[in-house]
């Protein structure tokens, strides 16, 4: 049995980001993609939706609801591992004005060319669900 194992999300925190350098991102991103914002929604107040084409996108999320304090707050960022070159310039401007870079978290996917009926997973722990997406890839 053949198995395609690939990470279809990564997720990455900046930390001690000004709100400054967040408006700056958006200014850019309004002139060079497709943007979307939104405020106060979820657990950050701003989510912020870029898109360079149909199949290049970059999510942004600043201002942790748990961050009362001060005017530095995480940038959290969510793309495909291969979209982030795309968006060189937006990562640099945030890399220069966070103290320190956080990996979060990846999706990995299983392709696996058979039937889920076939397959069995069983999750080291209790709070993870198996979702799939049509009928041969299982996600964590």
């Known amino acids: 049995m053949e198995i395609e194992v690939s990470i279809d999300k990564f997720v990455i925190d900046y930390k001690d980001v000004p709100h400054s350098a967040f408006l700056r991102v958006y200014m850019v991103g309004v002139q060079k993609y497709k943007v979307k914002m939104k405020i106060y929604s979820g657990t950050y107040s701003y989510e912020l939706h870029m898109r360079k084409s149909d199949d290049v996108y970059i999510h942004l999320y600043f201002k942790n609801f748990r961050e009362t304090e001060g005017h530095l707050h995480t940038l959290r960022i969510e793309t495909r591992p291969e979209h982030y070159s795309h968006f060189r310039e937006i990562l640099e401007m ?15 996917a299983y392709d696996i060319q058979t039937g889920l ?12 669900n198996m979702t799939h997406f049509d009928t041969n890839t299982i996600f964590w």
């Open 117 to 128: 009926e076939n397959i069995v997973v069983i999750p080291t722990d209790a709070w993870r």
């Open 94 to 108: 945030i890399g220069k004005r966070a103290s320190r870079v956080e990996f979060v978290s990846c999706d990995v």
